[in-house]
């Protein structure tokens, strides 16, 4: 058992982290909690960024050369997100889903064209991918998906709505759940569609949540011609490949996401060391220090647990639904960690950023409330533990859902 | 980075597994529970066999020189089998001390001896006034020409009743540092004005002793390491005990997690077994989450033992007291609640693992001591 990096990965992450200190945009800056005001500016800013990674040759490390990677190892990819998470998140973050969920579907389910064709325009940050899978019904039950892809001319016609569909505003593409055959069990009638998003009949509608920023939206489907050849895998395949997706979306993104807290943590102490109550430093009180202990310590087993994961999967694993658990250990210390934080600031976490009561530009306000999302997005809290409870506890299904599966 | 067993380390799973399922099952754990001694000895004589008393002791004195993650591993399944017996305070407090602090002499007539089963030894931290910080150490030793005198009493040393030797930790100058005042003392459990009393605590399956000392007298020889310099070495002893207390604390949990789970599956009410009910079975893949990622810590904070940084090596440690303590305590409770009746009752077995979670939180720091530890070093 080794936890450290052997030398040559040492040297490579050095290599990187002075590169990224040269390359950083010349108007972001790390102590604003938003650089980019517009959906326009922070798109051209992630694509700007992918672009420069991807010039240096530190995009899409473990993929290989003739679909515009690096042809190297995936530690060599987790060290570079890593790095990225720990020093500018905001560039990646509307890159998340295409990089996360679009690339791997795209290259383990896709065939040969589609990965020659779509790939390389991902990792050189010319696309931004969004994913269709939520619907008005369809939340937790991803399967009751309803949105319709008919065939008629070699084409498939796609009528429906999609929901919660993030960075859909500023999508190229889109990887989407279909209905193509409503007469057999939910679960078998589905497919797996790559869509352009500037087809006629899409229309996007975006939707403001809690934090008043609008990261989600619908996207309406109205009579749209997608061809057949842009299907990934069968006919009624689609939801075993929604499966693939959502289980690699979870490895390495727990590996990076540990890097974000650990961030975040830095951030915390920060303020723990400068913000005042009665006279007194946040740090120097005996209630606050326990409560800034456990979240350290959280991120101690976010990072430590994802390392463990991340290692079976490098050498050679398939993510399983024990993946289930890394959600878990993220989105909920999230919403603990940053609840006690706002606790700490007293009456001067209700101030948002901009003002000189603000506290951290108003980082720990917009966190807090962007943390109620996390137990929701990417598989409710609830629906893990039903996938921890059934698939690596082999505890029985509930009656209803049984019957209603047969 | 490579985060998994070797082979070596697998067959040390595999043969531990083994024998507490063979030598300690859960009637012979009952009956050491009764048991004022705790342990039988023909277990001690097979565990020291098998090589346990060994492991972690260096090759030039009798032992393996193996490494902390290869006895979390035999203490990941013993904890598994609330295994009773004095193996913990022997190899992780009592030989840990002189392996740590101890003179090339001391190393000799101990070390061997403890490898080989003839001798065992704990260690005496707390004392009436100290809660739960092991560093709270006022129990005086008079300088007494080249030896000392000590008096006072010392509470909660596990074992003491069956140690051949005791290492007792002692302030030898007054103030409030404690790297530049406490002595570590090796002393003779039978040495007169030395008085060893059980103490009848929840957890049976751990015998805690108070050991009190009426104007004992020991020489020279019994001064373990540096005067006043005992304070680093104690450290250093206590990170990997409590790193050992979290390996029971992960093989207990799991244990109590298996016991929950099987049940759900079996248990019929309302026509149906009760795991297939959201409020059964979201309960029991918590304890899965928990488990699991208490494991992920263990295994970091062993390997920091031996590998990381005096920085890294204290952070773990205390990261992992905190978290896995509190795991074993919350999967056992809600184990207790998933089995019903059953699991209030003396005759299953699930209440041993909740006695032993709650004497693992308070042993070697509690929660709130070691959360103090965590913030203390990561915001320094």
């Known amino acids: 058992m080794d936890y450290r990096f052997t030398p040559e990965q040492e040297a490579f992450r050095k290599g990187f982290v002075s590169w990224l200190g040269n390359n950083l945009p010349e108007e972001w800056s790390p102590n604003r909690l938003r650089n980019y005001h517009t959906t326009e500016a922070w798109a051209d800013a992630y694509k700007r960024f992918q672009k420069r990674l991807f010039d240096a040759g530190y995009a899409a490390m473990h993929y290989p050369k003739e679909y515009g990677g690096q042809g190297k190892s995936l530690m060599d990819e987790v060290i570079v997100l890593q790095t990225i998470a720990n020093t500018c998140i905001e560039l990646r973050m509307p890159g998340v889903v295409t990089l996360g969920m679009a690339v791997p579907t795209i290259a383990t389910c896709g065939n040969e064209e589609q990965k020659k064709e779509f790939l390389p325009r991902i990792f050189d940050g010319t696309h931004i991918w969004c994913q269709g899978f939520s619907e008005p019904n369809a939340g937790s039950d991803v399967a009751n998906c309803a949105t319709r892809a008919v065939r008629q001319n070699g084409h498939y016609i796609l009528d429906g709505q999609k929901t919660w569909t993030s960075f859909a505003h500023m999508s190229d593409y889109c990887i989407l759940l279909v209905r193509t055959d409503p007469g057999v069990a939910k679960h078998k009638g589905l497919s797996y569609l790559l869509v352009d998003m500037k087809t006629k009949g899409i229309e996007i509608r975006p939707m403001t949540q809690i934090t008043g920023e609008a990261e989600f939206n619908e996207v309406f489907f109205d009579n749209v011609k997608v061809p057949l050849e842009m299907r990934v895998g069968q006919e009624g395949q689609g939801w075993m490949i929604a499966i693939t997706t959502l289980m690699f979306e979870r490895t390495v993104g727990d590996a990076t996401m540990a890097a974000a807290y650990e961030k975040n943590i830095e951030k915390m102490l920060e303020m723990a060391k400068t913000t005042m109550r009665s006279g007194k430093l946040v740090i120097d009180d005996p209630v606050f220090r326990q409560q800034l202990a456990q979240a350290c310590i959280d991120v101690m087993v976010l990072k430590y647990h994802g390392l463990r994961s991340l290692s079976k999967q490098l050498q050679g694993g398939i993510p399983g639904p024990e993946g289930s658990i890394g959600k878990l250990l993220w989105s909920e210390p999230n919403q603990r960690i940053s609840d006690a934080v706002l606790s700490m600031q007293g009456p001067n976490s209700q101030v948002l950023r901009g003002t000189p009561w603000s506290i951290q530009d108003g980082h720990w306000q917009y966190g807090f409330l962007r943390a109620k999302g996390n137990t929701i997005e990417a598989g409710t809290s609830e629906i893990q533990r039903n996938i921890i409870g059934e698939r690596c506890l082999n505890l029985p299904k509930d009656v209803s859902r049984v019957a209603r599966q047969k | ?380």
């Not at chain 2, 089998?81 to 992780?92: E, I, K, Y």
């Not at chain 2, 002393?187 to 000392?213: N, Q």
């Not at chain 2, 298996?258 to 959201?278: M, N």
């Not at chain 2, 990261?319 to 056992?332: D, F, G, H, L």
Request: hydrophobic share 45%; charged share 25%; net charge negative.
């Open chain 2, 1 to 380: 980075m490579d985060i998994k067993f070797s082979e070596d380390q697998v067959e040390i799973l595999r043969q531990a597994r083994r024998f507490c399922e063979n030598e300690m099952p859960m009637t012979y754990v009952r009956t050491m529970f009764e048991d004022e001694r705790g342990f039988t000895d023909e277990v001690w004589s097979k565990m020291v066999e098998i090589g346990w008393t060994a492991m972690l002791l260096p090759e030039a004195y009798g032992g393996l020189g193996m490494e902390l993650l290869d006895m979390s591993i035999v203490l990941e399944e013993l904890g598994r089998a609330v295994s009773p017996g004095p193996l913990f305070s022997t190899v992780l407090l009592g030989a840990s001390a002189i392996a740590e602090a101890g003179s090339d002499a001391q190393k000799q007539r101990y070390l061997p001896a403890v490898a080989e089963g003839t001798m065992r030894g704990t260690l005496a931290l707390h004392e009436p006034g100290s809660g739960a910080d092991p560093g709270y150490i006022m129990m005086e030793a008079m300088r007494d020409g080249d030896g000392f005198i000590v008096s006072g009493t010392k509470l909660f040393v596990p074992d003491a009743h069956v140690s051949d030797f005791i290492v007792c930790a002692v302030r030898t100058e007054k103030g409030g540092d404690p790297s530049k005042s406490i002595t570590l003392l090796l002393i003779d459990a039978k040495t007169p004005g030395l008085m060893i009393s059980l103490l009848p605590t929840m957890d049976g399956t751990r015998k805690l002793c108070a050991v009190e000392f009426k104007n004992v007298s020991v020489g020279k020889d019994a001064m373990l390491g540096e005067m006043n310099r005992g304070w680093g070495p104690l450290r250093k002893v206590m990170q990997k005990a409590q790193v050992g207390l979290c390996a029971e604390c992960v093989g207990g949990a799991e244990k109590a997690m298996e016991f929950a789970t099987e049940y759900a599956k079996v248990r019929v009410q309302f026509d149906q077994p009760i795991g297939s009910f959201q409020a059964i079975k979201h309960r029991c893949a918590q304890m899965y989450v928990d488990v699991e990622s208490a494991r992920s810590l263990l295994y970091w904070a062993s390997w920091a033992q031996d590998h990381g940084d005096a920085n890294e090596a204290a952070i773990a440690a205390s990261a992992a007291k905190v978290y896995c303590t509190e795991v074993y305590r919350n999967v056992s409770a809600s184990a207790i609640q998933v089995l019903g009746g059953t699991g209030f009752s003396w005759e299953h077995d699930i209440h041993f693992y909740l006695k032993r979670a709650k004497a693992n939180e308070v042993a070697l720091g509690d929660l709130a001591y070691h959360r103090e530890q965590v913030i203390g070093l990561v915001a320094q």
